[in-house]
């Protein structure tokens, strides 16, 4: 594993877990918890072939990193029932993008 490869799952977990601190504070806890279960977004991993490959770019590839899917994500944001779900998942696509930048 590379360190560019550690340092994105580093963010993954260390972004929204800032996001949770700096906006939902009384509640970060609960917040991380469901930014962070977002990443069961990367199970439409499993349908790539190969599995892994450090110099693809996810975005576009996989159909729930797709960019109709983004949008979604991004519509969710409105209602206050689905807001954190979706930050999380337009937080793991931001950080999904980064890879394509550098590759």
């Known amino acids: ?3 560019l490869s550690l340092l994105h ?3 993954h977990v260390a972004v929204p877990g800032a996001v949770a601190l700096l906006f939902f504070r009384p509640h970060w ?3 991380w918890l469901i930014m962070f ?3 069961l977004v990367d199970l439409d ?3 790539a072939d190969p599995l892994y490959d450090p110099n693809r770019c996810g975005i576009g590839f996989h159909p729930l990193h797709t960019y109709p899917a983004i949008a979604i994500y991004g519509l969710l944001l409105i209602p ?3 807001r954190l779900p979706a930050l999380g998942l337009v937080i ?3 950080l999904d993008a ?3 930048v550098s590759t």
């Open 98 to 100: 980064l890879d394509c």
């Open 45 to 47: 991993h499993l349908l």
């Open 92 to 94: 793991h696509m931001a």
């Open 80 to 82: 206050r029932a689905t």
């Open 37 to 39: 279960a977002t990443m």
């Open 9 to 11: 799952l580093v963010l």
């Open 1 to 3: 594993m590379t360190w």
């Open 29 to 31: 806890r609960r917040a």
